[in-house]
């Protein structure tokens, strides 16, 4: 049987025997650190116990070290969860963690929690048995790092950040065993309400509104990762300065998803740049809770922009998605769309300064589902924009570049559903450009 153990760094006055008898009747987290180190081991592989007990993973970086099938593998982590000092790191052996209730990371500066198995894959929280708490994980801390494990089936959500500056998410993978269910939890990669946020590498699966989800934050690049079979892949919502690249999106039913809500604390979504994304064969039927926001994605959809303004989408690639390419819309139109009876009058209701330019698109709109089927035969043109405009603003709302344009077209809106002589196909009030956005570059640094 596997306990919670810490590293041998920084055991100072005990011996390695008295060590091994005091930890072996103690099955609760202790803390490991120490400013005066002599142990005479190097670092947390130190003293042979530790290190072979984590299967021989190296653990010399780690402050407390947690392993599985314990009498009460959630307590043995939330022990650790509870105890770090500023700048202190938690690892998970690799094993199969059975998880009774929410965890949360005590709000410390610059905590580290991973997996140190080779992939994800191996070190897996399961919260199939969950009594207590809606969530996997929260964690309020700034410079919180979580990487590297695997959290399957939680409830709620499964790992959020919160209020938190410096955050990441770093080779997660969260999915539940049911498979793309409404039961699902909603959201599962979740830092909100935070600055300078950084996930990558990450893989979410089956996730009831959005696999990896960035809400009412700022700076936020969101780079490398696949997020499959959710309702919308990626979503960037109500937020300030994102960049999203290199992500893989499919089999979603809408792949990005970047709107402007009502009614939230933060009144704007702005500059969001998109590039050098695959998101292909975004089909897969709705399954959102019914009435919720997220519900009324059409299946079929590439990109689905509402209310943002300065985005900018360039090479990427867009292929195969049944419903559209990429579609732009105003809150006026998803107001009509949605029956909104609450509209919020500090929000902005346009779409403004959008900038798409060298993407790759085929294979779009060729069966349309939904409202999409009703703006036009299929197939559809690659961008669809309800053509809603700020007479008052003096930047065009909607620019394709200089080059050869995506096929267009500009329904009118909801009129325009009804009335397609209101519809347009012509590209060419299009041929303008934009400011290009920036880089962020806080992660590499």
């Not at 709000?107 to 969950?130: H, N």
């Not at 300065?241 to 933060?266: C, H, K, S, W």
Request: aromatic content about 8%.
């Amino acid at each position: 049987m596997y306990q919670f153990f810490p590293s041998f760094r920084g055991l100072r006055t005990f011996g390695l025997l008295t060590a091994l008898v005091g930890f072996a009747v103690t099955p609760t987290a202790c803390t490991i650190g120490g400013d005066d180190d002599d142990s005479s081991g190097s670092g947390g592989s130190g003293g042979g116990a530790a290190k072979e007990d984590c299967g021989g993973r190296d653990v010399s970086s780690c402050d407390y070290v947690v392993a599985a099938d314990t009498d009460d593998d959630t307590k043995s982590i939330q022990s650790a969860l509870s105890e770090p000092k500023a700048g202190e790191t938690i690892c998970l052996c690799p094993g199969e963690y059975e998880i009774t209730r929410e965890l949360n990371v005590a709000a410390t500066r610059d905590v580290t929690v991973k997996g140190i198995g080779d992939t994800p894959e191996d070190t897996v929280l399961d919260f199939a048995k969950q009594e207590v708490g809606d969530d996997g994980m929260t964690a309020t801390g700034d410079g919180i790092t979580i990487e590297n494990f695997w959290v399957k089936n939680t409830p709620g959500n499964g790992i959020v950040v919160t209020g938190a500056e410096d955050v990441t998410f770093r080779k997660i993978k969260v999915t539940w065993d049911a498979g793309a269910v409404t039961e699902n939890g909603a959201y599962a990669v979740y830092p909100t309400r935070s600055n300078r946020i950084l996930v990558e590498e990450c893989e979410v699966i089956g996730a009831s509104d959005a696999g990896v989800y960035v809400g009412q934050s700022t700076n936020a690049i969101v780079r490398n990762n696949k997020v499959h079979q959710n309702v919308a892949g990626i979503e960037v919502e109500n937020t300030t300065g994102a960049e999203v690249y290199g992500n893989e999106m499919f089999d979603n039913t809408a792949g990005l998803f970047i709107p402007l809500l009502q009614n939230l604390e933060r009144k704007e979504s702005v500059g969001t740049w998109a590039h050098d994304n695959d998101i292909h064969d975004n089909n897969r039927e709705n399954f959102g809770e019914t009435g919720s926001v997220i519900s009324f994605l059409p299946e079929g959809t590439g990109v689905l922009m509402i209310g943002a303004d300065k985005v900018q989408l360039n090479d990427n690639k867009i292929k195969n998605n049944n419903g559209v390419g990429v579609m732009i819309i105003g809150l006026d139109t998803f107001d009509q769309v949605t029956d909104n009876k609450s509209p919020d009058p500090e929000t902005d209701k346009f779409s403004e300064e959008i900038y798409l330019f060298n993407n790759e698109f085929d294979g779009n709109g060729g069966m349309p589902f939904g409202i999409l089927a009703g703006i036009s035969p299929a197939p559809l043109e690659d961008v669809l924009w309800d053509g809603f405009e700020n007479t008052e603003k003096t930047l065009d709302e909607l620019c394709f570049g200089m080059g050869t344009p995506p096929s267009f077209r500009n329904f009118a809106g909801v009129a325009g559903i009804a009335d397609k002589t209101l519809q347009s196909t012509d590209p060419a009030p299009h041929g303008c450009t934009l400011p290009k956005l920036e880089a962020l570059d806080f992660a590499d640094k």
